[in-house]
């Protein structure tokens, strides 16, 4: 139930803040005035989410909303549509987070407010589409527009994660290349020119040949390092 912040004065004129808890604004006024307060402000106050990571994948959402999109345009009930769903899903906690809207769903309350007790897994965007669409009785042409939008949304997804795995293996075979080089060749090098005079930028490669080879945590400290900002 929300909570709301009021500042208030007394009958006798003494200044009193506090919170209540109401269903709305307007019954959390009525509930002030009826205990002679007067009121100065009153606002909701804010509840921060705390989000867990899902696990449900994106894909199994998308198929939950196909199929429920057909079931409900072939005039099967909301929550008939539900079971069917959680019988036919191969996902564990799917079917367990069904299940529990069903029950939420025959103690009376709405189907966005069921999606509302689980926003890791449906976007705002999500629950405010289907709100829409209690209020119109469009629940299945509805559910088809999230899918596809939903499908597009995950293919195009999927194309830049295929898109970004080559640079990125090209990346890593050239640092090990690389490495390789400054390790086991340049040092070669190094013994050849002696105490020759060379261009800085050449004994500057030298100098970090030496440091690595004599340091080998820098190495596992680079490749270690290097995925994580690359994630």
Same mark, same amino acid.
């Given at each position: 139930?929300?909570?709301?912040?009021?500042?208030?004065?007394?009958?006798?004129?003494?200044?009193?803040?506090?919170?209540?808890?109401?269903?709305?604004?307007?019954?959390?006024?009525?509930?002030?005035?009826?205990?002679?307060?007067?009121?100065?402000? &009153?606002?909701?106050?804010?509840?921060? @989410?705390?989000?867990?990571?899902?696990?449900?994948?994106?894909?199994?959402?998308?198929?939950?909303?196909?199929?429920?999109?057909?079931?409900?345009?072939?005039?099967?009930? &909301?929550?008939?549509?539900?079971?069917?769903?959680?019988?036919?899903?191969?996902?564990?906690?799917?079917?367990?987070?069904?299940?529990?809207?069903?029950?939420?769903?025959?103690?009376?309350?709405?189907?966005?407010?069921?999606?509302?007790? @689980?926003?890791?897994?449906?976007?705002?965007?999500?629950?405010?589409?289907?709100?829409?669409?209690?209020?119109?009785?469009?629940?299945?042409?509805?559910?088809?527009?999230?899918?596809?939008?939903?499908?597009?949304?995950?293919?195009?997804?999927?194309?830049?994660?295929?898109?970004?795995?080559?640079?990125?293996?090209?990346?890593?075979?050239?640092?090990? +290349?690389?490495?390789?080089?400054?390790?086991?060749?340049?040092?070669?090098?190094?013994?050849?020119?002696?105490?020759?005079?060379?261009?800085?930028?050449?004994?500057?490669?030298?100098?970090?040949?030496?440091?690595?080879?004599?340091?080998?945590?820098?190495?596992?400290?680079?490749? +270690?390092?290097?995925?994580? +900002?690359?994630?």
């Amino acid at each position: 139930m929300p909570v709301f912040i009021y500042d208030a004065v007394e009958p006798n004129g003494k200044a009193l803040s506090g919170e209540v808890k109401s269903e709305n604004l307007h019954k959390a006024k009525l509930y002030l005035k009826s205990k002679k307060l007067e009121i100065v402000s &009153l606002k909701q106050k804010l509840v921060q @989410r705390k989000f867990v990571k899902s696990k449900i994948k994106e894909i199994e959402v998308l198929f939950f909303t196909r199929q429920l999109s057909f079931l409900l345009g072939a005039g099967v009930s &909301l929550i008939q549509s539900i079971e069917i769903c959680r019988e036919t899903t191969n996902s564990v906690h799917l079917k367990s987070i069904l299940l529990k809207m069903i029950k939420q769903l025959q103690a009376g309350k709405s189907f966005s407010q069921c999606l509302k007790q @689980r926003p890791d897994i449906f976007s705002d965007f999500y629950i405010n589409m289907i709100s829409c669409a209690e209020k119109t009785g469009s629940f299945d042409e509805v559910l088809k527009d999230l899918a596809n939008y939903m499908e597009k949304s995950y293919k195009t997804k999927s194309k830049i994660k295929s898109a970004m795995i080559y640079p990125v293996v090209v990346f890593f075979i050239g640092m090990l +290349l690389v490495t390789g080089l400054i390790v086991f060749i340049v040092p070669r090098f190094s013994i050849m020119y002696g105490d020759k005079s060379l261009p800085i930028l050449t004994q500057s490669l030298f100098s970090l040949s030496d440091i690595m080879r004599n340091n080998p945590l820098i190495l596992v400290g680079i490749f +270690l390092v290097l995925p994580i +900002l690359i994630y």
